[in-house]
Nanobody, 124 residues
Framework: QVQLVESGGGLVQAGGSLRVSCAAS????????MGWFRQAPGKEREFVAV????????KYADSVKGRFTISRDNAKNTVYLQMNSLKPEDTAVYYC?????????????????WGQGTQVTVSS
């Protein structure tokens, strides 16, 4: 399994921006599809975005499309989630996840490795 460490969460006002990062320990990072998920209190973990190993393919949840951008730097073993036009309903713990695959997945059960999560709070 790959070790994942998220960073960059925090408190931001509605309409603001935040970037969260996820650093991976695996040197063959480009073989891993990377996903971002989030979980709000009392809710199930939900898909946010996913990016292929090469970075050439991405997919977003409808709720964040046009506001969030997922990207990766395979030389730094890091995946990013740039979040713009944040809304209070984006408040959650954000997790990155990894799976060694050439396909990508939106179901959290498909991912074997998870980070510890980083809190993002958007105030109104």
């Amino acid at each position: 399994q790959v070790q994942l460490v998220e960073s960059g969460g925090g408190l931001v006002q509605a309409g603001g921006s935040l970037r969260v990062s996820c650093a991976a320990s695996q040197r063959t990072f480009s073989r891993y599809v990377m996903g971002w998920f989030r979980q709000a209190p009392g809710k199930e973990r939900e898909f946010v975005a996913v990016i292929s190993g090469s970075g050439g393919s991405t997919k977003y949840a409808d709720s964040v499309k046009g506001r969030f951008t997922i990207s990766r730097d395979n030389a730094k073993n890091t995946v990013y989630l740039q979040m713009n036009s944040l809304k209070p309903e984006d408040t959650a713990v954000y997790y990155c996840a990894a799976r060694a695959s050439s396909s990508w997945f939106t179901d959290p059960d498909e991912y074997a490795s998870w980070g510890q999560g980083t809190q993002v709070t958007v105030s109104s």
